[in-house]
């Protein structure tokens, strides 16, 4: 590749997001038992999980709040020297600290029918990029210089509402329509110059936001007194509207030539067949094994999407989650699980990072009850506060795809490599609910 390629920028730092989906939990449930949820799940959260599990319970639940904290140390693009040359690298540290409100849900009955409603942010990537590098050839001629400096953001939102209905008292199923929005932006500057030959500096803007809709159908059963069986399949989502807009400032001179170019594109296109997330399944049971103890486990199932106008290409991709919950006091549950959150990108694609992450969570709910006085015939109601934290650590195992830099031709070479890496995950969640409940 060469140097004047530079122009158009020549690593999307965009393509580091790993493809992983399953980063944080969105609900008290899902974070005692590490998102194995399909079948355990209650109250709002169930909104996201199973919308058949909308209809499990008589009280109204409020999921008020909850928070995470994503730190992530390595996985990244970057630049190196190609093999064979003297280098020198300075790489400044960025720490990938991704903090997101990543649920708020409302569950009510209306009706006759078990409504839950939520907004919801499943999917974060926060990715930087700050490295220089300094390549110089054996036989003493001049050596060539390249810096870049790139980060990138993508998030997904996911709002919508849910319905549940239980057709008999071991079967229920459930339906959800959920609006999406995705917005990405990234910026990348990357500098590079051989001495007494030329220079190359660019400068480019990518922001994009998408508008989307999604269908979730849903099916809890009772397989036993003491066995939850649920099912949940999630369609692709349909793009309804888009916008696409770059800018590239850059300029360059090779001996005595010299140049410059600006750009400025837009893309906005409205409806139409454009598949964004790829079809997703998830089958997971839940035991309760004395009253007091429950064990859930989750498959979840991606398939295959492949995109060119959407820049989206993910591969099948099966992942577990399992977890044990149990009640230690009147008012207090423990939690421990472990999951796999494999990466969905192609492989060797790019300079994109793939990377398949293995875990473990522990956490725990502490519930406060208050009871709340009748006026007349109306029956006493309790109301139930509970916070949940839960902290997570996953390695992940992968490769990510780095370009080298040999002081080459006019100015040099950027050859794109990949190299095999280890990252270390770590997420603290932090939520809060209110159930109401009839009785003390």
Known sequence: MAGACLCGG?????????????????????ALLAGAATASAQGAS?????PARVAVGNADDFDLSGSAYLLRFGGTPDLEAAPGYRATRQRLAALDLTAVPTAVAVRRKLLGLDIGAGLFVPTRAVVYARTLVRAEPADGSAPSEVAIDGNSTFTEYYGGLAVGRALTSRLRVGGAVFGYYSSRIETTIIGARRVGAGF?????TVAGQRIGAQLVTGLSWRAAPSVELGFTLRSPVLQLASQVQATNISSSQIGSAADASLVF??????????LLVPLRAEVGTAIDLDGRTTVAADLRLRGRLANERAETSVVPVADVRAGLRRQVGTNLWLGAGAFTDRSGQPRGSGTSTILDFYGGTIGVELGKPYRVLADGD????????????AISYAVGVGSVGNLAVAPRGALFELQPQRDDVTAHEFMFHVGSSVGTFAGP
């Open 265 to 274: 594109d837009e893309r906005a296109l409205g409806a139409d067949t454009l």
């Open 10 to 30: 020549v690593m999307r730092i965009g393509e580091a997001h790993a493809g992983n989906d399953g980063a944080f939990y969105l609900g008290n449930d899902a």
């Open 200 to 204: 190359i500096t660019s400068s480019g």
């Open 46 to 50: 169930a909104t996201w999980y199973n």
């Open 378 to 389: 109306e029956k006493p109601r309790t109301l139930r506060f509970s916070t949940a934290v």
